[in-house]
């Protein structure tokens, strides 16, 4: 986020304390940057600004028991109060979570870290922070891979949200054992183009045999967003 404008009167020495005051105020914008980055590693992210902007949304995490273990996750908007539960064919995110990140993992951690490095598009302008096609991957300070972002669910990720639809919050598995899933209200801050995270509202947690024997995670699941 650019450095505020400080409105200055005419005046000897005015405009020295402007530019001390906005290089303050840079220096302290890095510094927050950096601790964020620090957060995929050994720090919790630092609070969200007094001026990010929040709202809440869906999210839907699933994976195959078998086959293909890779983490699905479905960001969508929550929907109005006349409509609750939204369309789930409507995703402003689709995201492929590498195969080495799993159930127990999630539950473990509570906090995944997405870091999206400028450098792999250096000729292109930054664009939406969540249009970015791919991440680095960080759970419990470990790095497990990559994220690739898709357009729109497939046919057979399609039909495991339509049977998840009529629940709005909750973990477990879906009849038949095949399918692990978490699902429930985020709160989406979003604390600059570069920085946004996405917090899990219901106390609720990963399920599974992988999971504690069963019992789930504390469900205390946040998301974190950046681009550096």
Same mark, same amino acid.
């Given at each position: 986020?650019?450095?505020?404008?400080?409105?200055?009167?005419?005046?000897?020495?005015?405009?020295?304390?402007a530019t001390y005051y906005s290089c303050h105020v840079a220096w302290l914008a890095?510094?927050?940057?950096v601790r964020c980055v620090l957060a995929s %590693? @050994?720090?919790?992210?630092?609070?969200?600004?007094? %001026?990010a902007k929040s709202a809440t949304v869906r999210g839907t995490l699933f994976l195959h028991s078998t086959g293909d273990r890779r983490v699905r996750l479905f960001l969508q908007d929550h929907g109005g109060a006349a409509d609750p539960q939204p369309a789930d064919d409507e995703?402003?995110?689709?995201?492929?979570?590498?195969?080495?990140?799993?159930?127990?993992? $999630?539950?473990?951690?509570?906090?995944?870290?997405?870091?999206?490095?400028?450098?792999? %598009?250096?000729?292109?302008?930054?664009?939406?922070?969540?249009?970015?096609?791919?991440?680095?991957?960080?759970c419990?300070?470990?790095?497990?891979?990559y994220a690739a972002r898709r357009e729109a669910p497939s046919?057979?990720?399609?039909?495991?949200?339509?049977?998840?639809?009529a629940g709005t919050a909750g973990a477990g598995r879906l009849p038949g054992g095949g399918v692990e899933y978490l699902r429930g209200r985020f709160e989406r801050i979003v604390g600059s183009?570069?920085?946004?995270?996405?917090?899990l509202l219901e106390p609720i947690g990963w399920s599974g045999?992988?999971?504690?024997?069963?019992?789930?995670?504390?469900?205390?699941?946040? $998301?974190? @967003?950046?681009? $550096?």
């Amino acid at each position: 986020m650019p450095p505020a404008v400080v409105p200055v009167e005419d005046g000897a020495g005015a405009g020295d304390e402007a530019t001390y005051y906005s290089c303050h105020v840079a220096w302290l914008a890095w510094w927050n940057n950096v601790r964020c980055v620090l957060a995929s %590693t @050994f720090l919790p992210c630092p609070p969200a600004p007094a %001026t990010a902007k929040s709202a809440t949304v869906r999210g839907t995490l699933f994976l195959h028991s078998t086959g293909d273990r890779r983490v699905r996750l479905f960001l969508q908007d929550h929907g109005g109060a006349a409509d609750p539960q939204p369309a789930d064919d409507e995703h402003f995110l689709v995201l492929d979570l590498p195969s080495g990140l799993g159930g127990a993992d $999630i539950a473990a951690a509570g906090r995944i870290v997405l870091e999206y490095q400028r450098q792999w %598009t250096p000729a292109a302008a930054p664009g939406a922070l969540l249009a970015s096609p791919k991440w680095l991957v960080y759970c419990n300070g470990r790095r497990v891979g990559y994220a690739a972002r898709r357009e729109a669910p497939s046919d057979a990720e399609g039909w495991v949200l339509e049977k998840l639809r009529a629940g709005t919050a909750g973990a477990g598995r879906l009849p038949g054992g095949g399918v692990e899933y978490l699902r429930g209200r985020f709160e989406r801050i979003v604390g600059s183009p570069d920085a946004e995270s996405s917090h899990l509202l219901e106390p609720i947690g990963w399920s599974g045999p992988e999971v504690n024997g069963g019992g789930g995670g504390d469900g205390g699941l946040s $998301i974190f @967003f950046h681009r $550096i």
